[in-house]
């Protein structure tokens, strides 16, 4: 289709170069340009926002590169529906398996802050169990770490975003309270959800949000704009784009945004890498580093690391293990409505306001191990008539009357465990993209496991619209999120990074993201994201200072929000 | 023009009740931040010129987007296939896409070709000369994969078909603000912000149901 070749095919446009004190629409200018970095990080989401912060903070030379545009929340973002697409990465992938997955606007950003520029701002810690699934179900893996290492850095990320939540926060080992005060008051929907699980004994609490209640460093707490998934217009909700990065440019750090990385180079031996070779409006250009950093998603992740075979790797760089690629896993992601006979309203307000996690440990008597999250979840016009279309197989006048009911609806979605399966992969197609590279192959099915939670978590969520007195309308199967592909372990066999995210094969090359989870816990996981990737900061800057890398801070600009 | 007026012309003759007769979230647009007016606007004005879409593709699209959205209002419906058709004259990738299943601007375009097929092998004429109760039995065939067999579906997969033309069809129909008015969805909402989001309440812009479409079970609280 596409015969423009290497061109940016981005709908907008922006400053390419950015660092203290300067921006540049094009390559001429770059901050370190031939000369080799501390530290290259490939991707400015989830993990490499808080990555190019804490090590730019630390007084590293970092070069952030992402291949979307640098977005300006006020001018970029709108709220449509349709228009805000464009903050998904809508590049194809080829889907395969039983259940192909949505992906696009369903689980992948693109450009700066990445994925949570389009979150819904849930914000979970993992619980200890999904550490150590192996030893306590005997299924799937344990990790190499365990929840009690990544407590101080979830408390870190906590407390460095403001998140807000409950006083009392009844499931797992954090029970709050959170830095800021919880939401209030809550949406409609939320109250609905929580009314029903009240009726059934069933605990439920304000979901825990990297979403303001209170003003912080120049940003104001929540309007109730309900486009969370949109962009966030009053800069309320957490993202990268609008707190770790402009930080990061305060510290030094520069980012290239609407530039591809195509590939990872190494040095002759192929025992290090050295730097990144990657494209900018059609023109390619590399970055040299000391230590490369791949945070590209789980799907971009493995596929950098296979496209960038060489005779010394020839099935991938990091893939000694063949575990690149493996063991994906979505969340189950089903959307429970139920019907009522007052106005709901479900697009007011912040799309998430209510949780429980009262199904998420594993209870044998369930016929099923591991469990899931209950989120309220509010929707839109667009996101619940086109999954009614293309998932729910509702059209034509079933629609219409459906959706002219719109407002008397309530929603639940279903965010569950799903178990890695080593027939769940990214591959490489024989199809090409614009850069010449194989499209990626994002091939998924579900387990006998992942059917029967779901049907559990279906059945007691239309329990729960029952007894809040609605009626149970219809179930829309979907998937949300995606972690997983290149899983961190302590045997080089069957793993590809350690507990520290380094790569078993090229001591250099870090991957920091989903795709090092070795289970996908049942609940939202940008947290723990993020919180792996303060600690593999926390560990790399160690270790800069003990093998003499350290090196002095470099001037520090005044930091705010809104530098650039 | 309000929304009582334009129901009247919808498709099939049973008449839809709309809750919120009297809401046009238009009257509100002042309010709205400037790009997402900006982007609204675009949706009412005349249309540009088509990219992709051959005049008789685009008729057959239209045909179709009526069946998908039960819907007949024209200027709806052409916004729909314009919507659909810079999407598929753009560079920009379809998030996924089945593995084996041809790209979406060829599925779409063999995909129109082959209605023609298999509607001669089922009633002896082209698509666009049946009647709409057969074309609906053609799509909603599609749709189950069950649409009678030609050489062509091995090419275009038709349950791929189907759903392509339906998710881009359904996502810009409920894009449009008339059809925003219709169900009462309150819209774009910045800088305004919302205050009253519990149950039972509204803010005083908001859609809010006249007398005559309150039933039995009012919320009023």
Not at chain 1, 3 to 10: A, I
Request: net charge negative; proline share 6%; with cysteine.
């Amino acid at each position: 289709m596409n015969n423009k070749g290497m061109e940016n095919t981005d709908y907008i446009k922006h400053h390419c170069d950015h660092y203290l004190g300067h921006r540049y629409d094009h390559m001429g200018k770059r901050k370190y340009g031939d000369r080799e970095v501390d530290v290259c990080i490939i991707g400015a989401g989830a993990a490499g926002s808080v990555l190019a912060y804490e090590l730019s903070k630390a007084g590293l030379e970092t070069v952030v590169i992402e291949a979307g545009p640098f977005w300006n929340p006020q001018s970029d973002f709108a709220s449509d529906e349709l228009a805000m697409q464009n903050l998904a990465w809508n590049d194809t992938r080829l889907v395969a398996g039983n259940n192909p997955l949505s992906m696009g606007h369903n689980n992948s950003g693109r450009g700066v802050g990445g994925g949570p520029v389009h979150f819904t701002g849930v914000f979970f810690r993992f619980h200890e169990s999904d550490f150590r699934v192996r030893t306590m179900d005997g299924a799937a893996w344990d990790w190499p770490i365990t929840y009690r290492d990544l407590e101080p850095y979830y408390s870190k990320i906590e407390r460095d975003i403001r998140v807000s939540g409950p006083r009392y926060f009844p499931w797992g080992a954090f029970h709050g309270p959170y830095p800021y005060p919880e939401r209030e008051p809550i949406s409609a929907n939320s109250q609905v959800f929580r009314r029903g699980c009240d009726v059934l004994g069933i605990r439920s609490t304000v979901a825990p949000l990297a979403i303001l209640s209170a003003p912080f460093d120049g940003r104001p707490p929540c309007t109730n704009r309900g486009f969370c998934n949109q962009g966030c217009m009053p800069n309320a909700k957490y993202s990268g784009l609008i707190h770790h990065i402009p930080k990061a440019i305060g510290f030094g750090a520069e980012i290239l945004s609407d530039s591809m990385v195509t590939k990872v180079l190494t040095d002759r031996s192929g025992d290090r890498v050295t730097g990144v070779e990657f494209v900018h409006d059609g023109k390619t250009y590399k970055q040299k580093a000391k230590i490369v950093i791949i945070s590209a998603f789980v799907v971009e992740t493995p596929r950098l690391l296979l496209n960038s075979a060489t005779p010394g790797h020839p099935n991938g760089l990091a893939n000694s293990s063949g575990m690149v690629g493996k063991y994906i896993m979505p969340h189950t992601g089903h959307d429970i409505y139920g019907k009522f006979d007052e106005e709901i309203r479900f697009y007011k307000g912040t799309p998430v306001l209510a949780v429980s996690q009262e199904f998420y440990e594993t209870d044998l008597h369930r016929g099923f191990i591991r469990g899931y999250t209950f989120n309220a979840h509010g929707s839109r016009p667009v996101s619940m008539a086109r999954t009614l279309a293309a998932n729910a197989g509702i059209w034509g006048k079933q629609l219409k009357e459906i959706m002219l009911d719109f407002n008397f609806y309530a929603r639940i979605t279903l965010v569950g465990e799903v178990l890695p399966y080593e027939h769940n992969t990214i591959t490489l197609g024989n199809e090409k993209d614009e850069y010449g590279l194989p499209r990626p192959v994002v091939t998924f099915s579900y387990g006998e496991n992942e059917n029967r939670l779901i049907a559990h978590g279906v059945a007691r969520a239309n329990e729960i619209l029952e007894a809040a007195g609605g009626q149970p309308a219809f179930v829309v199967p979907d998937t949300a999120h995606l972690l997983g592909g290149c899983r961190m372990g302590d045997d080089p066999a069957d793993s590809v990074v350690n507990r520290f995210c380094q790569t078993h094969d090229i001591p250099n090359l870090y991957i920091c993201d989903a795709s090092v989870f070795v289970t996908s816990g049942g609940c939202n996981p940008t947290e723990t994201v993020m919180a792996v990737a303060a600690r593999t900061a926390d560990h790399l800057i160690q270790n800069a200072g003990r093998g003499g890398q350290k090196r002095e801070e470099v001037s520090r600009g005044k930091v705010t929000a809104n530098a650039r | 023009m309000k929304n009582s007026d334009v129901i009247s012309n919808n498709a099939g003759s049973d008449k839809i009740d709309i809750h919120y007769p009297d809401f046009n979230v238009l009257d509100l647009m002042d309010e709205w931040d400037s790009h997402t007016k900006e982007i609204v606007r675009r949706r009412l004005e005349p249309l540009p010129d088509r990219e992709f879409f051959t005049d008789r593709e685009a008729w057959y699209m239209g045909m179709i987007a009526r069946h998908m959205v039960y819907d007949y209002r024209d200027d709806i419906i052409e916004w729909v296939i314009h919507h659909f058709d810079r999407k598929l004259g753009s560079g920009i990738g379809e998030s996924q896409r089945k593995q084996g299943t041809p790209p979406e601007a060829v599925l779409v375009r063999e995909g129109l070709k082959a209605l023609d097929h298999v509607s001669h092998l089922s009633f002896g004429k082209d698509f666009g000369e049946l009647d709409e109760k057969q074309q609906f039995e053609i799509l909603a065939g599609l749709q189950m994969g069950k649409a009678p067999k030609i050489p062509q579906w091995s090419q275009v997969p038709q349950k791929d078909l189907f759903d392509k033309l339906v998710s881009e069809i359904v996502a810009a129909y409920y894009s449009h603000p008339a059809i925003w008015s219709e169900i009462g969805y309150g819209g774009p909402m910045y800088p305004r912000t919302y205050v009253r989001i519990e149950l039972g309440l509204t803010e005083p812009w908001e859609a809010r149901r006249t007398e005559k479409n309150r039933g039995a079970g009012s919320d009023e609280q």
